[in-house]
């Protein structure tokens, strides 16, 4: 298996409920690495640049607000298969249709407010890892 790296962000609705351990909990006890975090209020414009890919969507509005709405976490993650492996332990994109054990099973609120992030390829881990991290700050 393949060692990568993934980014991943603690959204809005889970630092406002107190739950950025719980949710590195579940992340450590799936075998993943921490290797980089950090605490941040994003501004509009990270935050559109972030989501460029969905500008075209019908949601693209409400969840660049719900993304500045309080502080999020991001962070890289390093393990075997990272990607694959944080996407399964995130579970579905709406919590109604997450996985038991998942981070959105366990603790979103709604599809739009659903507690974590992970990258959908190695490819797009690496840009959105260099969007918010400097090499220095990753300590794998
Ligand atoms: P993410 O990018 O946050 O890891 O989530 P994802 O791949 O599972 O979902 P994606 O389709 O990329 O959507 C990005 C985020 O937009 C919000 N969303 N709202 N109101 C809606 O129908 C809707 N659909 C998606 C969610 O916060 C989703 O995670
Ligand atoms: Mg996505």
Known sequence: MATERTFS?????????????????????????????KRLQLTRAQAEGFYAVHRERGFFGELVEFMISGPVVVQVLEGDNAVLAYRDIMGATNPANAAEGTIRKLFAESIEANSAHGSDSLENAAIEIAYFFAQTEIVG
């Open 9 to 37: 962000i603690i959204k809005p609705d889970a630092t406002r409920r107190n739950l950025t351990g719980a949710i590195n909990a579940v992340i450590e006890n799936s075998g993943l690495r921490i290797v980089a975090q």
